[in-house]
């Protein structure tokens, strides 16, 4: 592992844009850092692979800004400064990542041992991405090109939380103009663990045996196949296959309480799949061409995307519903076909003007005796230009407009069971039939000064996302989440107008840095908690509401030895409702405030490894929404070593250890929603990773 590794990890930002350790002195920070006007932060399958905790997305937390929303160890989804879900988008190789993305519960379908790169831009992206990159992107790249014939590697890791086991291979090579890569996982995990015997359901106490949450075990396969051909000049094609299954129990004590009536013994096992659970199959094939016609470039992507997913239940009856005739409570089968096309073309040595068109059309259908989201179809097509100028060598610009065109079509649904209505009974309906259209136009500028010691970075613009079918159409109970969720059709598309900035000083062997931020909401679309129950549940109703978010990421790097590091990260995060009923009041699972300390050692002995402790602390969260409750703050201690045997030619043994929450401290995640049963957060842990590369 090289020096720079601990401050990548402090700063969260790629080995080459921030520092090369020699001698105890920082080197000049890369060309790309300055330039960029917007706060992006890039990493490497190696900083993956130091990281790893179980998820690609509980591996990036350590990056400012980006947290995970995890349910164990199987599941994870990411959120960029407090935003997720539909407002921000996951991209892999160019093509935005369509699963179904709206659900607490829903991971995202990615196979972190097939990635190359991963960069987080922080903030609005939208005039790139389009709608739903209003919060931040996720940018996969997992077809960088093999640099040899022959290139191998074989993963074995493990979670002691879950009891999660797996194996990972990828193959690689590359030879007179054709390449390929394939990559295959395979991972399984048992009932994951929390550091309390019992929990609390609507004033309901419910032990667990060994503190473990029962039915919440899974399993994992995944596989990748990319094949192209490169002229390694101007040509460069490629065609990839993957696919990702995943299978997973729901809590069961969570999901209502007809299970305390249930005939299956969740105690039996901590590693089957009971009633409640889940499967997911994402399938997806893509394209990818790039071709330079002399100083210009062109880049085509294509991609079919296959989402089906099943939650099934035991068939109980729930108010005026009947038994259903099987376990099949919902069903979502989507359909994505996308394509982009983006040109760039250099006016001069220092001026360089992006063009770029995509467009995409989902079908979502539905089934199953459940309902909380209708079946819809929705097209988008997005037009953007992008001018980048340089004036001088300290200076970089750039501005750029785009506009988009979307249109949703919504289905309606009504039960398939009678509920009394006065002295008759009818068929309740749950969704109407939606059409509706949307537009935007949008726009972002900004600019980055810097000098031998100095960054300076400015970005402001305007945003947009349209509103999803979740939003327009639900009405059905969320047992998963404890609630029932109501939609609203008549909302509009969520607008924002943010200023994002970013000032950087580094000399010698210390780096310091400031990022803050602020958006203007003038329609933000949120579930709000409302004080009435429904069939038993909270009700949550989809509302919009002016609304002001703000806050700031900061990091130090010192490097005060030859082989010792210090670093620090702080970030804050607060939001305002400026109007409606809620109005003054925070929006609901607000991050609250949180600060990292990190120490590293840094030793060459049989190779190269790193030793590091961080000290993570998160404090109280007092701003919430009414009925939410607030929640404590709490420190965690953690560990992480690593070491990378050279061994003959080019083979390589890696070697990286997690130890989390080394004094089992028992704390709450505010934006959990497993927080509102009285379930902490898992105690001490450690992750395992042994690579092998020849």
Same mark, same amino acid.
């Given at each position: 592992?090289?020096?720079?590794?601990?401050?990548?990890?402090?700063?969260?930002?790629?080995?080459?844009?921030?520092?090369?350790?020699?001698?105890? $002195?920082?080197?000049?920070?890369?060309?790309?850092?300055?330039?960029?006007?917007?706060?992006?932060?890039?990493?490497?399958?190696?900083?993956?692979?130091?990281?790893?905790?179980?998820?690609?997305?509980?591996?990036?937390?350590?990056?400012?800004?980006?947290?995970?929303?995890?349910?164990?160890?199987?599941?994870?989804?990411?959120?960029?400064?407090?935003?997720?879900?539909?407002? =921000?988008?996951?991209?892999?190789?160019?093509?935005?990542?369509?699963?179904?993305?709206?659900?607490?519960?829903?991971?995202?379908?990615?196979?972190?041992?097939?990635?190359?790169?991963?960069?987080?831009?922080?903030?609005?992206?939208?005039?790139?991405?389009?709608?739903?990159?209003?919060?931040?992107?996720?940018?996969?790249?997992?077809?960088?090109?093999?640099?040899?014939?022959?290139?191998?590697?074989?993963?074995?890791?493990?979670?002691?939380?879950?009891?999660?086991?797996?194996?990972?291979?990828?193959?690689?090579?590359?030879?007179?103009?054709?390449?390929?890569?394939?990559?295959?996982?395979?991972?399984?995990?048992?009932?994951?663990?929390?550091?309390?015997?019992?929990?609390?359901?609507?004033?309901?106490?419910?032990?667990?045996?060994?503190?473990?949450?029962?039915? $919440? /075990?899974?399993?994992?396969?995944?596989?990748?196949? =990319?094949?192209?051909?490169?002229?390694?000049?101007?040509?460069?094609?490629?065609?990839?296959?993957?696919?990702?299954?995943?299978?997973?129990?729901?809590?069961?004590?969570?999901?209502? =309480?007809?299970?305390?009536?249930?005939?299956?013994?969740?105690?039996?096992?901590?590693?089957?799949?009971?009633?409640?659970?889940?499967?997911?199959?994402?399938?997806?094939?893509?394209?990818?061409?790039?071709?330079?016609?002399?100083?210009?470039?062109?880049?085509?992507?294509?991609?079919?995307?296959?989402?089906?997913?099943?939650?099934?239940?035991?068939?109980?009856?729930?108010?005026?519903?009947?038994?259903?005739?099987?376990?099949?409570?919902?069903?979502?089968?989507?359909?994505?076909?996308?394509?982009?096309?983006?040109?760039?073309?250099?006016?001069?040595?220092?001026?360089?003007?992006?063009?770029?068109?995509? /467009?995409?059309?989902?079908?979502?259908?539905?089934?199953?005796?459940?309902?909380?989201?209708?079946?819809?179809?929705?097209?988008?097509?997005?037009?953007?230009?992008?001018?980048?100028?340089?004036?001088?060598?300290?200076?970089?610009?750039?501005?750029?407009?785009?506009?988009?065109?979307?249109?949703?079509?919504?289905?309606?649904?009504?039960?398939?069971?009678? $509920?009394?209505?006065?002295?008759?009974?009818?068929?309740?309906?749950?969704?109407?039939?939606?059409?509706?259209?949307?537009?935007?136009?949008?726009?972002? /500028?900004?600019?980055?000064?810097?000098?031998?010691?100095?960054?300076?970075?400015?970005?402001?613009?305007?945003?947009?996302?349209?509103?999803?079918?979740?939003?327009?159409?639900?009405?059905?109970?969320?047992?998963?989440?404890?609630?029932?969720?109501?939609?609203?059709?008549?909302?509009?598309?969520?607008?924002?107008?943010?200023?994002?900035?970013?000032?950087?000083?580094?000399?010698?062997?210390?780096?310091?840095?400031?990022?803050?931020?602020?958006?203007?909401?003038?329609?933000?679309?949120?579930?709000?908690?409302?004080?009435?129950?429904?069939?038993?549940?909270?009700?949550?109703?989809?509302?919009?509401?002016?609304?002001?978010?703000?806050?700031?990421?900061?990091?130090?790097?010192?490097?005060?030895?030859?082989?010792?590091?210090?670093?620090?990260?702080?970030?804050?995060?607060?939001?305002?409702?400026?109007?409606?009923?809620?109005?003054?009041?925070?929006?609901?699972?607000?991050?609250?405030?949180?600060?990292?300390?990190?120490?590293?050692?840094?030793?060459?002995?049989?190779?190269?490894?790193?030793?590091?402790?961080?000290?993570?602390?998160?404090?109280?969260?007092?701003?919430?929404?009414?009925?939410?409750?607030?929640?404590?703050?709490?420190?965690?201690?953690?560990?992480?070593?690593?070491?990378?045997?050279?061994?003959?030619?080019?083979?390589?043994?890696?070697?990286?250890?997690?130890?989390?929450?080394?004094?089992?401290? $028992?704390?709450?995640?505010?934006?959990?929603?497993?927080?509102?049963?009285?379930?902490?957060?898992?105690?001490?842990?450690?992750?395992?990773?042994?690579?092998?590369?020849?």
């Amino acid at each position: 592992m090289t020096k720079t590794l601990l401050l990548v990890m402090l700063l969260g930002t790629p080995p080459d844009s921030v520092i090369s350790l020699q001698d105890v $002195t920082v080197s000049a920070r890369s060309a790309q850092a300055k330039a960029a006007t917007q706060n992006a932060v890039k990493v490497d399958a190696a900083y993956i692979d130091e990281h790893f905790s179980g998820s690609l997305m509980q591996s990036l937390e350590g990056i400012p800004g980006v947290k995970a929303v995890s349910i164990g160890t199987g599941l994870s989804r990411p959120t960029i400064r407090g935003l997720g879900y539909n407002r =921000m988008v996951v991209s892999e190789d160019g093509i935005k990542h369509e699963g179904q993305q709206w659900g607490d519960d829903h991971g995202l379908e990615v196979d972190q041992f097939a990635v190359d790169a991963v960069e987080v831009i922080k903030g609005p992206a939208t005039l790139l991405y389009g709608s739903d990159a209003i919060g931040g992107v996720l940018a996969i790249t997992g077809n960088r090109l093999p640099a040899r014939p022959l290139e191998a590697s074989v993963s074995l890791f493990g979670h002691s939380n879950s009891l999660q086991g797996g194996l990972s291979a990828r193959v690689a090579g590359r030879s007179n103009g054709f390449f390929y890569k394939a990559n295959l996982t395979l991972s399984d995990y048992g009932d994951y663990r929390v550091p309390t015997d019992t929990i609390q359901y609507y004033s309901y106490r419910i032990a667990l045996r060994d503190g473990r949450l029962r039915n $919440t /075990a899974g399993t994992e396969r995944d596989m990748r196949l =990319m094949v192209g051909w490169t002229d390694n000049e101007r040509l460069r094609t490629d065609i990839t296959v993957s696919n990702v299954y995943a299978r997973s129990g729901f809590f069961a004590d969570a999901h209502g =309480m007809e299970v305390r009536l249930s005939n299956i013994d969740y105690n039996r096992s901590i590693r089957d799949v009971d009633l409640p659970s889940q499967w997911v199959n994402h399938l997806k094939v893509q394209s990818h061409t790039t071709y330079q016609l002399g100083t210009a470039s062109l880049e085509a992507n294509l991609a079919w995307q296959h989402n089906l997913r099943e939650e099934l239940s035991e068939p109980l009856s729930h108010g005026y519903m009947p038994t259903p005739p099987d376990s099949l409570e919902r069903r979502f089968d989507k359909h994505t076909f996308s394509g982009t096309l983006a040109a760039r073309i250099p006016l001069g040595a220092r001026h360089e003007v992006s063009l770029g068109t995509g /467009a995409e059309h989902q079908r979502n259908s539905r089934d199953g005796w459940g309902f909380i989201i209708p079946a819809f179809e929705s097209s988008s097509w997005g037009l953007y230009a992008l001018d980048r100028w340089t004036p001088s060598e300290n200076l970089a610009l750039n501005a750029g407009v785009r506009y988009d065109l979307n249109a949703i079509d919504i289905h309606s649904y009504s039960d398939w069971y009678r $509920t009394p209505v006065g002295s008759d009974s009818v068929f309740m309906q749950r969704s109407a039939d939606v059409r509706r259209t949307f537009s935007a136009l949008t726009w972002s /500028a900004g600019a980055n000064w810097h000098n031998d010691d100095w960054i300076l970075r400015l970005n402001v613009g305007k945003a947009f996302r349209v509103p999803i079918a979740k939003e327009l159409g639900a009405n059905g109970v969320n047992y998963h989440i404890f609630r029932y969720e109501q939609g609203n059709a008549g909302l509009d598309p969520e607008r924002s107008y943010q200023v994002d900035a970013g000032i950087e000083w580094g000399r010698g062997a210390f780096v310091v840095k400031a990022d803050p931020y602020a958006s203007y909401f003038p329609n933000y679309i949120y579930l709000n908690p409302t004080p009435d129950y429904v069939e038993g549940l909270q009700l949550y109703r989809y509302t919009q509401t002016r609304a002001m978010r703000y806050g700031i990421e900061v990091e130090a790097a010192w490097a005060f030895a030859p082989q010792w590091e210090l670093g620090l990260r702080g970030q804050f995060c607060r939001s305002r409702q400026l109007s409606g009923d809620k109005r003054g009041y925070t929006l609901p699972f607000a991050l609250p405030p949180s600060a990292d300390v990190d120490l590293g050692w840094h030793y060459d002995y049989r190779g190269c490894g790193n030793v590091g402790l961080n000290l993570h602390a998160v404090a109280a969260q007092n701003e919430i929404v009414p009925p939410e409750k607030p929640t404590p703050g709490y420190m965690t201690v953690n560990l992480s070593a690593s070491h990378r045997f050279t061994l003959r030619g080019d083979r390589q043994l890696s070697l990286a250890v997690q130890l989390g929450n080394l004094l089992n401290t $028992t704390y709450y995640d505010h934006t959990s929603y497993y927080r509102l049963i009285d379930v902490p957060e898992p105690g001490r842990h450690v992750s395992l990773r042994i690579k092998y590369e020849f």
